[in-house]
Structures are given as structure tokens and as C-alpha cells.
């Protein structure tokens, strides 16, 4: 996946995210929506973070891997 693509999927998500927040009352499955997209969105910014990592390392940004939930959900802020 290119980083264009990675980015569209970020802002996918971004407005998905946007729309749930928007609403007065949240359902249970919005809330469990809001946290899938807030998982979808952590493993999307590792992965473009991987990228750019590699690419500034001068080595081939196709060797990044999306990286499971558990992992990057465990990343401190």
C-alpha cells in the first residue's frame, strides 16, 4: 500500500470518527464502532510511521507491516 492510500484510509476513518462524535446520544454500537476506528486508526499511522522510517533510512518503505492491535495499542503516548 502507498502512502497515498494509507493517508485516504486515515482521513476515512478521521470522518467516520467526526460523524460518531457528532451525534447528541451514542449507541453501544457506536461507541463500539468509535473504538474499532480508534484501533484501525493507531495501526494506520504505525504503518505510515513505518514508511517514512524506512524511506529516511534510505531502505524500501514496502518492508513495513501492519502491525497487529495488540501492539500498537500497547505504544505509550
Known sequence: ??????????????????????????????????????????QCWDYLNQRRALREAGKNPDKASLRPPGIVESYEQ
Do not use: F, G, P
Not at 476515512?12 to 461507541?31: F, G, M, P, Q, V
Open 1 to 42: 500500500m502507498e502512502d497515498k492510500q494509507i493517508l485516504s484510509q486515515i482521513m476515512k476513518y478521521t470522518n467516520e470518527e467526526e460523524r460518531l462524535y457528532a451525534k447528541e446520544n451514542l449507541s453501544d454500537e457506536d461507541i463500539k464502532s468509535l473504538k474499532k476506528i480508534n484501533v484501525e486508526l493507531d
